[in-house]
């Protein structure tokens, strides 16, 4: 079986990073990608959450509005609240690319670099 997608789109909201345990770090931030064009254009809004090295990348080099691909898994969530089931659904990136343009990539380090520290 496979579970995989693959998202571009622009990061739009502000970013939460979590430390816990010794070095555990994960990041929770939304995706808007969008469809179609003019008056039939959607965006549609996606729930990512990255751990260590990939969390801590996406905390230093990625903004509100930054264009990024996002590789990795669907999984839906259970929770409870208020006594109610709820159930939110994720991509779980597994990578992360930054895809701005080169003026604003001349803040940033090269995708490269950055991925030189993080294990897959």
């Known amino acids: 079986m496979l579970n995989e997608v693959t998202l571009i789109g ?3 909201s502000k970013k939460d990073l979590v ?8 990041i929770n931030f939304s995706l808007a990608t ?3 064009y003019g008056d039939r254009k959607k965006t549609t809004w996606h729930r990512v959450v990255a751990f260590g090295k990939t969390a801590e990348a ?6 509100v509005g930054s264009k990024v ?3 990795g898994r669907i999984d839906v969530r259970e929770y409870e609240k ?3 089931k709820r159930y939110s659904t994720e991509i779980i990136s597994e ?3 930054f895809l701005d343009s080169k003026k604003d990539s001349e803040k ?4 490269e670099k950055v991925t030189d520290q993080i294990p897959f």
Do not use: I, L, M
């Open 69 to 71: 691909c996002v590789r």
């Open 95 to 97: 990578r992360v690319v």
């Open 58 to 63: 996406v905390d230093s080099f990625v903004q």
């Open 19 to 26: 430390e816990y345990g010794d070095d555990g770090k994960v």
């Open 82 to 84: 208020d006594g109610e």
């Open 10 to 12: 622009n990061v739009g």
């Open 34 to 36: 969008s469809h179609g």
């Open 108 to 111: 940033q380090p090269t995708w």
